[in-house]
Every structure is written in C-alpha cells, then in structure tokens.
C-alpha cells in the first residue's frame, strides 16, 4: 500500500544441524549432501550442505518458496549462499513463483563453494552459470572488489582510495557485462551489505590518513559508479548515512552479527552534521536520476553495446562513458584522481546533473566545450540527442538552391536547403537521396560533406550535414515546399534562413560570394 517492496533472505543451502535436522530424522541423510563415508558435505562452512539436486528436497525448498510468495505477498528471495544450489532447482523456483507473480525478484550469492553433489549431471548456481538461469541476479563481487578493494585484503586500496586497476574491466563492470553475467540484470552492483566492513570503514581501512572529506569523496564515488552502472544497484542500510561499526582500538567491526547496538545501530543523530545530510542528499539525487533514465537500467548485452560507449582516457584513474536513448545522450566520468581534471567534452550544450557534492534530476547549470571536475567525484551531463538531419548544396552555375517551408510546419515559411530526417538504418547519403526525391523529384549524386553544425532547437537537436550534390536528371519541382528559388551567396541576407542555417550561410559566403560563375 505504501509502494515499499519486501525481499525475504532465504537460507536453503545448510541447517544448524545436519544430524539433528527433521528431515534428516525421517529420511536419515536424503536432506544433506553426504559421502560413502559418513562425512557432510561443507562447502557452506556451517557444518552442512543441503542436498538440492534431490527431488523431495528440491519439492520442498519450491513449495516453500512458493508459498512465501502466495501467502505472505513476498516480493523479491535473495538467497542464501545460492551457488550451493543446483541451477535445476533455482529454473524451477523461478518458474514456479513467477507463473502467478511475475514480478517477484530472484537474486543471490553465486559463489564457488566446494561442496559434493550426490547426483552428476548437475551443475550448480554460481555466477558462471548465470546463463543457465535466466532471471536470477547474482551479487557482483567483481565491482565491489575493483572499487573498494579486495574483501580478503582489508587494507588494500580499491580504485576509489587510489588503486591502478584494468580501464576495461572497470568499462565491462559498469556496462553490467563482468566476466561472468550473460546479461546485465544479472549484475547486483554494490560496495556493501551486512557482510563484512561497512564501505566507509573499508574506505577508512584503505586510507588511513585521508581526512574526513576525502573519505565521503571516495564513498561517493564508489556509490555513483553502483548506481548508474547498467545492472541492479544494491546497498547496506545506512551506507548513506556514512554508515560505520566501531570497534575497541579504533578498529571496524566486520563481522557484527554478535555485536551490541553501540556497532549495529544506524547513527540518526549523524544527520545533524551538515556532511552526512549532504550525502544522504546525493544519494538521492543519483537514485532519482537513475529512475529518470532508462538508459541506465537496459535489460540485454545488445542494449547496452548499442548505447554504452566507454571513453578512456591516459589517465588510470579517470574513465567515462556516453549513454544514449532514443531522446537523449549522457555523458559520465567517474575521477578518482586526488586532484581536479579538465574534461573535454562532445560537440553541444549539457545540462549538469552531477558535480562536486551535488546530485539530481534538475540542471545545476550549463557546459559547452571543456569542464573542470573535482578532484575524486562524479560527472554527469545530459543533452538531447542530436536527430541527424541532411541537406543538399546543389549549383547552378553560379547560384544554389534554396526552399522555402509550407506555413503549417514548424519554423514555417523560413528558407532551408532541401533535406530532411535520416530514418534507422539508413546512411546520411542514403537519406539525402531519398528526401531529394520525395521533396523535388529530383535523382542527385551526393559528394564530399560541405560542413556539419550542431544546432539545439526548442523541439529538438539537429545534428545537420550539408552535402555536396549535383543532380544528373529532373528538374526541382517544389512537391513538398511552398516555394524554390536559386540565389547567389550575395543574396542570402535577403531571406529568413532557419536557425540551423546561419552558420552554413556564413561559410558559404566566405567561400563562394567573390568567385566567378560555376
């Protein structure tokens, strides 16, 4: 009723006790996986690991799961160390849930654990087998390590305290299409969840002696790149907050399972200092602007390859990326150097989003060929998508031609060169031919670019190539304009050009208006 959804942590994979678990009473040893010589199987570290492959046991763990959801309306399973699973028994889960509750979410810990089948032939749900279970989501410890750290190494740095790491794997992750993900919805990004440190004590553990200011920087960093990575953004309770477990000895508690609430407890009291409410702030902002776009949450590998564009620079701790939809393009740069950088920028004027300490939808002001961005943050600039359009210079002898737009269309009545929209799948000269037959009826041979201009209307973005062209048969009939004319380069201060236009005009003025007849 209050538009939260409920996702249930679901432990399948071991009991407390394999020997004193009911199941095992009954049937003794048909729950748990267990060799010729009495010995449980231990891939879980909790003493047991449950038999799956099984059929009343995997009967079981569907039913139960099944009805979680009928009963009790839950909306999403994240499982329990899921790679000790078996992928027969997750694809029926699946299945079986989402035949009455289609939307019900499946992800879990795809982990290799060393644990022994009773059965062959089956193979188990770790992340490498994702392509075996469409729908199922895996966390991805791949991001997390490349930007905070290695979770077996404390104190080493991630990419975000200062750490070296590989451009393209870092291009793989945030496109959601690590290694082992057959498709980006698989990818569960994150940087922390209740297991091990919290991200700002990790980020602490890395860099020791970086000042308060400088540790917020890189847990921003780490949460932008999370949540506008392509995949499902994941975080711990509180990591918006700066959350942090304190331990004896100015030490972190990363394992706090046991712990009183002095370590446990989210620290509301935090929001009062004017750091935490702003991060709290920006993690709003990224979560908004995230929902805003869907170019950040594309569901295939085909999606992303076709809208994801990775832009790396010489610099190691610098990357960006252009994501485009059909309407608009993104620009991002994540800067994890400790000083500020200048970003060149694509052709056009950008909305900014995302700078400094400041995230959200609205548009924090403009940015046109070059920006600065501050030392360890993100960049984020949105623009309309330029519509390729395109336009033919064609002589006659000493004069081009012009046409003049029917009254009733936008920017009526104003002269252009004759041209139009390039459909999908067309080439520009592809199109140029066509519009020229459509609009003059008219064949034309389309040459060499004359110039390309950017041109931000209120309607849209034009990307406008003007071409070259000369028409081997027709005679230009004016089937689509209100009027045609040839003028001289003299003469073109005489007519109300489109916008897009004026630049074209100039340079062709400067070229053309004190040469001899063609």
């Known amino acids: 009723d209050n538009g939260i959804s409920v996702v249930m942590d679901v432990v399948y994979n071991h009991v407390y006790s394999g020997g004193d678990f009911c199941f095992n009473k009954i049937v003794p040893g048909y729950f748990s996986r267990i060799n010729g010589n009495g010995i449980y199987s231990n891939g879980s570290c909790c003493g047991n690991d449950t038999a799956s492959e099984r059929s009343m046991v995997r009967k079981y763990i569907v039913d139960s799961v099944k009805y979680w959801a009928d009963e009790y309306h839950i909306d999403g399973f994240r499982f329990d160390l ?84 590989s451009p393209d794997q870092l291009a793989e992750n945030f496109m959601g299409m690590p290694y082992w993900a057959s498709q980006p919805y698989q990818c569960v990004n994150y940087v922390s969840c209740h297991d091990n440190n919290t991200l700002f004590d990790r ?43 304190p331990a004896k000895k100015g030490r972190f508690d990363h394992n ?35 929902k805003a776009h869907a170019c950040l949450r594309l569901q295939t590998r085909e999606q992303v390859e076709k809208a994801v564009h ?99 269309k936008t920017r009526g009545l104003l002269w252009e060169f ?40 209120p309607d849209m973005l034009i990307r406008l190539t003007l071409f070259h062209c000369t028409i081997p048969t027709g005679q230009p009939q004016a089937l689509e304009h209100n009027d045609i004319r040839w003028i001289h380069p003299s003469q073109t201060d005489d007519y109300a050009f489109c916008p897009a236009d004026v630049d074209i005009l100039a340079e062709i003025k400067r070229q053309y208006e004190k040469r001899q007849p063609l």
């Open 203 to 245: 980020i602490a553990l890395a860099a020791p002696e970086a000042p308060l200011e400088t540790l917020i920087r890189m847990n921003n960093l780490s949460a932008a790149f999370t949540i506008l990575a392509q995949g499902v953004p994941f975080m711990q309770a509180g990591e918006e907050i700066l959350r942090t477990k």
């Open 82 to 165: 899921v790679g000790l699973i078996d992928t027969q028994t997750i694809q029926k889960i699946m299945r079986t849930v989402r035949n009455t509750h289609p939307d019900v979410l499946f992800y879990g810990e795809g982990w290799h654990m060393n644990t022994q089948l009773t059965k062959p032939g089956y193979e188990l749900a770790v992340q490498g087998n994702s392509s075996k279970m469409p729908g199922m989501s895996f966390f991805s410890d791949t991001i997390r390590d490349l930007l905070r750290g290695s979770t077996f190494e404390n104190t080493a740095p991630g990419w975000v305290s200062g750490a070296e790491v």
């Open 256 to 290: 706090s399972y046991r712990s009183p609430d002095r370590v446990n407890s989210l620290k509301w009291e935090d929001l009062d200092k004017p750091e935490y409410q702003t991060t709290l702030e920006y993690y709003r902002g990224l979560i908004a602007f995230r």
């Open 418 to 457: 004759v041209g139009g929209k390039a459909e999908p799948g067309e080439t520009l000269e592809q199109a140029l031919i066509r519009e020229c037959a459509e609009e003059l009826a008219i064949t034309v041979e389309v040459g060499k670019p004359f110039m390309e201009v950017l041109h931000d209307y």
């Open 310 to 408: 990775p832009i790396q620079y010489p610099n190691p701790h610098a990357i960006g990326f252009q994501v485009e939809d059909r309407s608009k393009e993104l620009f991002i740069l994540f800067n994890a150097n400790t000083r500020e950088v200048t970003a060149p920028l694509p052709q056009g004027n950008w909305d900014i989003h995302v700078l400094g300490d400041t995230a959200g939808t609205a548009s924090l002001g403009k940015a046109t060929g070059s920006i600065q961005v501050p030392a360890i943050s993100t960049l984020v600039l949105s623009r309309k998508k330029p519509v390729d359009v395109v336009a033919a210079l064609i002589w006659e002898k000493d004069k081009f031609l012009i046409c003049q737009r029917p009254a009733n």
